[in-house]
């Protein structure tokens, strides 16, 4: 029995060979024709990526307030909420890493090119404790094209002081302050 067994497992093993050898199924002998496709890179795809950080740091900031005061509604109907609530909002994500937090709370534009990403924004965030910081606000100061500037100076928990700027113009919708530029001293 095992000698029976042992011939049809060599004779299925023989036939399987021969249908993969002699090409399966079809009907012809001819040579299968093949596609050969070349592809060309696009040249207008940077090749480089510029890696540089500005170095930059300024170490001054006018803070002269104009005489023009903004009030949190303007008449257009733009954002109704005090532009001291963002300002403090994003400072306090910006710090404690809240990346996502600084994202939506800044224009895609400022996002982009201050953090460039979520990973570029950690990097810039000092991972600092800000629950107990102090906020003393100027009044809004408007800008003349939308836009507010805000200044404030900040006392961190362990009674460091800096002093803020930021300026904010109006979501798409009007509804709410972007942060559209950020400087802490």
Not at 158 to 164: K, L, R, Y
């Amino acid at each position: 029995v095992a000698i029976v067994v042992a011939a049809l497992v060599l004779i299925g093993g023989g036939i399987t060979a021969a249908v993969l050898v002699l090409g399966g199924d079809d009907d012809s002998d001819d040579a299968k024709r093949k596609v050969t496709q070349t592809v060309t890179p696009s040249t207008d795809i940077p090749t480089t990526i510029d890696t540089s950080i500005p170095t930059t740091i300024p170490t001054t900031i006018d803070t002269s307030v104009p005489t023009t005061v903004a009030p949190p509604t303007t008449d257009a109907g733009g954002p109704t909420e005090d532009p001291a609530i963002t300002s403090q909002a994003y400072l306090d994500s910006l710090v404690t890493g809240n990346c996502l937090a600084v994202q939506g709370l800044s224009t895609p534009e400022w996002f982009e090119s201050e953090y460039g990403s979520q990973r570029g924004c950690k990097r810039a965030s000092p991972q600092a404790e800000m629950s107990g910081a102090v906020y003393d606000f100027e009044e809004p100061v408007d800008n003349g094209d939308g836009s507010v500037t805000m200044i404030a100076a900040v006392t961190a928990p362990d009674n460091t002081e800096f002093t803020a700027t930021w300026t904010l113009v109006p979501s798409d919708d009007g509804t709410t302050w972007l942060v559209s530029f950020f400087v802490l001293i």
